[in-house]
Each structure stands twice: as C-alpha cells, then as structure tokens.
C-alpha cells in the first residue's frame, strides 16, 4: 500500500506485481517531462520521457500516462522487481526548451520478496 | 562514451573553507546543469550553463556561490565560506539541446559535508 512518511511517500509491493507510482506537476505551460529513478548513494538515472502532444508512452517493462486536464502524470512498472526498489522522481520542464526541470518530491518503491 | 562524471564523489570541509565540485559533461554535450538534493528531497535546480556562459542562475544563492562552464576544462561550482547548511548532494546534469524537448543525464554526484 501506499503511506506518507516522514519525508518521502512510500509504496510497497510484491514482487511480480505491478507498480503505479503518481505525480502531480504544476505548471501548465510544461511540454516535457521525465521519470528518473534514483537508488541510494547514486544520481538519477533516466526511465522514460514523454511530451505533452501524447498522453501514454510505453518503453520496457514501463508505462508512462500523462494526463493534461488534471495536470497528472503515472509511472506503472510492470512485474516489479527487488532491482526496482529506488526513489522515484518525475520532472517538468516548465515550458522551457533546454531550460532546468522541475522535480517532484520523490515516491520511495519498496519491493517485498 | 563515457557518461556524466563528477568530482570528487565525497567532500568534507570545515566552515569557512571553500569547496569546487567538478562535473565534465558527456560526449557532444555543451550544455550543463547544477542540481542540489537534502536527504529525503527531490532535486532543486541550482544554475544552467553553456561553454562560457552562465544562461540562468535563478536557483543560486546571490552570495558564496558561483558557476563557470570554461570553453576548455569541467563546469565548476564554487561554494567560498561553506556553512552546514550547504551540506547536500550536488548533481550535474548535461544534455544536447535540441529545437525540442531536451533529456538531461546525470552524474552519481558530489556529496558536500561540512563539519
């Protein structure tokens, strides 16, 4: 399940299931968005991107949804694995090309054996 | 082709003293980016630079801080006078700006600790 904890939100699965994790991003004017993965003691790792002229983007074993109306984005991992457990950051780029992103507050994804 | 390298990996330094973190971007890339993350946060941008020029400080401190992309060598990020508070993890990012929407690679970043 799903828990708020001291800082970071948290999301428990079993392996093998599927994981949904949220974001909600703030400015309307971003075009450009970017899921990263980051594990403990490393920088963020490219997932996927998406931009706004779609609204789902499949790559392997990841599924990314945007949804414009409601300024939300998901990323659903397929057959979760341990090797998935990291923090999850989606990013916005506010509209600007080649400008800085925007980075979510991060969604901690543990997988249970 | 090798990816975003930074350096040091970890850096201790007591107050007062000054800290350089050193990002060399990828291959091809003429475009980088200074990101800060506390524990248990999400990644706030800091400066974007290109070679010699520094396109959008906005996420800087005014004071003790100061970036610079040279046309040759690494992308330094300055900190004179560290206090505690600057105790963080410090990314750099670079990609290869295209007319569209641009992705951005990072390195395993420098984790800043003053005692």
């Known amino acids: 399940g799903e828990s708020v904890g001291l800082h970071l939100p948290t999301l428990s699965v079993q392996e093998g299931d599927n994981s949904i994790i949220n974001c909600a991003y703030s400015?309307?004017?971003?075009?450009?968005f970017i899921w990263y993965k980051q594990e403990s003691g490393k920088g963020p790792q490219f997932i996927i991107d998406?931009?706004?002229?779609?609204d789902k983007r499949q790559g392997q074993r990841v599924t990314v949804l945007l949804n414009k109306t409601v300024k939300h984005l998901s990323l659903q991992i397929a057959a979760t694995q341990p090797g998935d457990s990291a923090v999850y950051f989606c990013?916005?780029?506010?509209?600007?090309?080649?400008?800085?992103?925007?980075f979510g507050p991060g969604t901690r994804l543990s997988v249970l054996p | 082709n090798a990816g975003v390298m930074q350096n040091p990996r970890h850096l201790v330094r007591r107050r007062g003293q000054e800290a350089r973190l050193r990002c060399s971007p990828m291959?091809?890339?003429?475009?980088v980016y200074w990101y800060r993350q506390l524990p248990e946060e999400g990644l706030k941008f800091m400066v974007y630079?290109?070679?010699?020029?520094?396109?959008?400080e906005s996420g800087m401190p005014k004071e003790r801080f100061s970036a610079e992309f040279p046309k040759e060598g690494p992308s330094i990020l300055r900190i004179q006078q560290v206090v505690r508070g600057d105790s963080a993890a410090y990314f750099c990012?670079?990609?290869?700006?295209?007319?569209?929407?641009?992705?951005?690679?990072f390195g395993q970043g420098t984790r800043l600790t003053v005692v």
């Open positions: 990013a916005e780029n506010g509209g600007n090309y080649g400008q800085n992103f925007v």
């Open positions: 400015n309307s004017a971003s075009d450009y």
């Open positions: 998406i931009r706004s002229n779609m």
């Open positions: 990012a670079s990609s290869q700006v295209t007319q569209g929407a641009t992705e951005a690679f």
């Open positions: 630079l290109q070679k010699e020029n520094i396109i959008d």
């Open positions: 291959k091809g890339h003429s475009h």
